[in-house]
């Protein structure tokens, strides 16, 4: 199954993460800052998800 990743626009195969959980609700949040057209549901791959983890812990 294909997704494409709504923050880089990358087409990934299988990886994409929804952020079902408020846990990682401050990622979201630090996401949306500078993707303000970007909606939770749509999710984002791996790769996003772990820059912005790092983005938040300096
Ligand atoms: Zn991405």
Redesign the pocket.
Known sequence: MKYQ??????A?EGDLIIFKEHVEHHIVEEIVKKHPEWAEKDG??????E?YKKQMNG
């Open positions: 990743c709504g923050v880089c626009n990358r990934i984002t791959c791996r790769k996003c998800l820059f």
